[in-house]
């Protein structure tokens, strides 16, 4: 949650306003640093003065200067990380989170700034993330969950919201953000993580539910957004990431699949995984999934080397 503007020390605020205007980061991400940062703060404070750590939220840092920023230590960061995985419960990749965001911040008061001369954060270590494997659905279960979409006033929308996430393996805030001048010709263009943009084809399937559910349904619509949104709530407003969750537990649910913990990412997910077993490059999926580091892509390689491994495991001869 944002603290109040006036609340608001001006090295934070200008570090803020940086992060969107400079470095094009999200509105989303730019209020994650500010709650990071806003945390940091106050537990210091806390800290220093000796105060009630449960009173830690009620702690103004209104008046945080640039002196006290310079007498930060890395033990004093160090601390701060064991407080949020001790008492606040925080995992490795909330912490992870925080970790990025305190060295993103010392980075911007040394190298752009120049308030600092001394960076406790360059030697600051991330806690250890151990690799997952994407939690997806095979073809069969993709399938089964798309008997689940309800023949109702929404089937159209619903079922190309579904044929552009299994398609295109598009994140839910892109989906949501989508217009009709989004779409030219056979292409998508995405606005993707970071404001960063990609274009992506449009398969039949997409391009034939498509005009499906313009035809048959968002005409109809009486829209009262200002941009011309692909997907539309029955107001002709944008649908927002917990609308087009809930309506995925929904098809999950009528489909009799239900699959545990089944959401719009993890469409995503079942998307990449199918076009990396139909042939897909590691390569070509990173520019359709809008990965920035084809390392966050190679989590797919993964599922295939889990299944060679049960191949071997599953041979006669291993007994």
């Given at each position: 949650m944002s603290i109040l503007q006036g609340q608001q020390p001006k090295i934070l605020r200008d570090f803020l306003i940086y992060l969107t205007t400079i470095k094009g980061k999200s509105m989303r991400t730019r209020k994650e640093y500010e709650y990071d940062l806003t945390l940091f703060f106050r537990f210091l404070k806390i800290t220093y003065e000796e105060l009630e750590i449960e009173r830690i939220n009620e702690v103004s840092i209104h008046d945080l200067s640039i002196e006290s920023i310079r007498e930060i230590s890395l033990e004093d960061i160090y601390l701060f990380i064991e407080y949020c995985e001790t008492v606040r419960g925080n995992s490795a990749s909330a912490r992870a989170r925080k970790v990025a965001t305190l060295k993103s911040f010392f980075k911007y008061l040394k190298g752009k700034r120049r308030l600092i001369t001394d960076n406790p954060a360059d030697e600051l270590e991330s806690p250890k993330l151990s690799q997952k494997n994407p939690i997806y659905m095979n073809l069969e279960e993709a399938q089964r969950f798309l008997t689940g979409i309800e023949r109702n006033h929404h089937y159209y929308r619903n079922y190309c919201i579904m044929m552009f996430f299994l398609n295109l393996g598009l994140r839910v805030s892109e989906l949501c953000t989508l217009t009709l001048k989004s779409i030219q010709g056979n292409a998508l263009r995405i606005t993707g993580k970071g404001d960063k943009e990609r274009t992506v084809y449009l398969n039949?399937?997409?391009r034939d539910s498509l005009a499906d559910y313009i035809k048959h349904e968002r005409i109809r619509i009486n829209q009262t957004v200002e941009e011309d949104y692909i997907f539309l709530s029955q107001k002709g407003t944008k649908l927002t990431r917990q609308q087009?969750?809930?309506?995925?537990?929904?098809?999950?649910?009528?489909?009799?699949?239900?699959?545990?913990?089944?959401?719009?990412?993890?469409?995503r997910h079942t998307s990449a995984t199918i076009m990396y077993k139909s042939g897909a490059d590691i390569r070509s999926l990173q520019q359709i999934l809008g990965h920035s580091n084809i390392s966050t892509t190679q989590i797919y390689k993964h599922i295939e080397d889990k299944e060679i491994e049960q191949v071997i495991d599953n041979n006669p001869f291993n007994q």
């Amino acid at each position: 949650m944002s603290i109040l503007q006036g609340q608001q020390p001006k090295i934070l605020r200008d570090f803020l306003i940086y992060l969107t205007t400079i470095k094009g980061k999200s509105m989303r991400t730019r209020k994650e640093y500010e709650y990071d940062l806003t945390l940091f703060f106050r537990f210091l404070k806390i800290t220093y003065e000796e105060l009630e750590i449960e009173r830690i939220n009620e702690v103004s840092i209104h008046d945080l200067s640039i002196e006290s920023i310079r007498e930060i230590s890395l033990e004093d960061i160090y601390l701060f990380i064991e407080y949020c995985e001790t008492v606040r419960g925080n995992s490795a990749s909330a912490r992870a989170r925080k970790v990025a965001t305190l060295k993103s911040f010392f980075k911007y008061l040394k190298g752009k700034r120049r308030l600092i001369t001394d960076n406790p954060a360059d030697e600051l270590e991330s806690p250890k993330l151990s690799q997952k494997n994407p939690i997806y659905m095979n073809l069969e279960e993709a399938q089964r969950f798309l008997t689940g979409i309800e023949r109702n006033h929404h089937y159209y929308r619903n079922y190309c919201i579904m044929m552009f996430f299994l398609n295109l393996g598009l994140r839910v805030s892109e989906l949501c953000t989508l217009t009709l001048k989004s779409i030219q010709g056979n292409a998508l263009r995405i606005t993707g993580k970071g404001d960063k943009e990609r274009t992506v084809y449009l398969n039949k399937t997409c391009r034939d539910s498509l005009a499906d559910y313009i035809k048959h349904e968002r005409i109809r619509i009486n829209q009262t957004v200002e941009e011309d949104y692909i997907f539309l709530s029955q107001k002709g407003t944008k649908l927002t990431r917990q609308q087009i969750a809930r309506i995925v537990k929904k098809i999950n649910e009528r489909s009799g699949l239900n699959k545990d913990k089944l959401t719009p990412h993890k469409l995503r997910h079942t998307s990449a995984t199918i076009m990396y077993k139909s042939g897909a490059d590691i390569r070509s999926l990173q520019q359709i999934l809008g990965h920035s580091n084809i390392s966050t892509t190679q989590i797919y390689k993964h599922i295939e080397d889990k299944e060679i491994e049960q191949v071997i495991d599953n041979n006669p001869f291993n007994q």
